[in-house]
């Protein structure tokens, strides 16, 4: 079987470690597994990945969240930017994900984030199942974005039906919050996958002096302030 996953990062954040685990996983049980990614500079986290050249697709994903800007002007901006960073949007990385779909006669497509849309749309046209991972606090009071028709939940609810294959929740928070917008049938809750060697290193908490965390202090909604005031007890 040939599986393809999208994603819309190319470094060591969380979701690129888990996504990691899943290709490893998959590499491990006789899948072969090709990638779309964008591009990076630096290539240490796709050489970690042990694939072969061909069966990797660089390309800049068209992020299909609204852009939050209180500025008209500036949104306008912002969207005709990322339009020409991808070189055309939807018209463009639609159309060379699908050429890579017909290529490598790919089975199976994995979107690594609900900010992906390519994978949906590409699958759906050439009649492929899709897995869509969320790995996002969608609920409007801690998300920090919003995606088109998500205000009207009876279609977007259709609309997801209709895209994928199956949906993904990497915790119970994250499904819990918008279970309204996904159909039921279709989505799992699969927390994030870490190495076995993650877990060798346990620390007896007598020994504990210092409890850190290292962390995008920019996110809003990942309650780091709870984090903080948990360090504190320890």
């Known amino acids: 079987m040939n599986i393809l996953f999208q994603s819309h990062s190319n470094g060591f954040t969380g979701s690129d470690l888990s996504l990691r685990e899943i290709i490893f996983y998959c590499k491990a049980n006789d899948y072969n597994v090709f990638l779309c990614i964008p591009y990076n500079v630096d290539k240490t986290y796709v050489e970690s990945l042990g694939l072969k050249n061909n069966n990797i697709l660089f390309m800049k994903p068209m992020i299909w969240h609204k852009i939050k800007s209180p500025n008209y002007f500036r949104k306008f901006l912002q969207i005709a930017y990322i339009i020409f960073k991808t070189k055309g949007g939807f018209f463009y990385t639609v159309p060379k994900l699908i050429y890579f779909l017909k290529v490598n006669k790919i089975n199976v497509v994995h979107s690594n984030s609900f900010v992906l849309l390519e994978g949906a ?16 606090l969608l609920n409007k009071e ?21 895209l994928h294959r199956k949906i993904i929740f990497n915790s119970s928070i994250s499904y819990s919050s918008v279970k309204k917008l996904f159909p039921k049938e279709k989505s799992l809750i699969i927390p994030n996958s ?10 007896e908490r007598k020994t504990i002096r210092t409890v850190g965390m290292v962390a995008n202090i920019t996110s809003r909604s990942k309650n780091h302030i709870f984090f903080l005031k948990i360090a504190k007890l320890a």
């Open 121 to 136: 749309i590409a699958s759906k046209i050439l009649n492929i199942p899709h897995i869509q991972h969320i790995r996002e």
């Open 142 to 162: 801690n998300s920090p974005f919003e995606f088109p028709f998500q205000s009207k939940s009876k279609f977007f609810k259709k609309l997801m039906n209709s």
């Open 194 to 203: 870490f190495p076995d060697e993650f877990y060798k290193n346990s620390i």
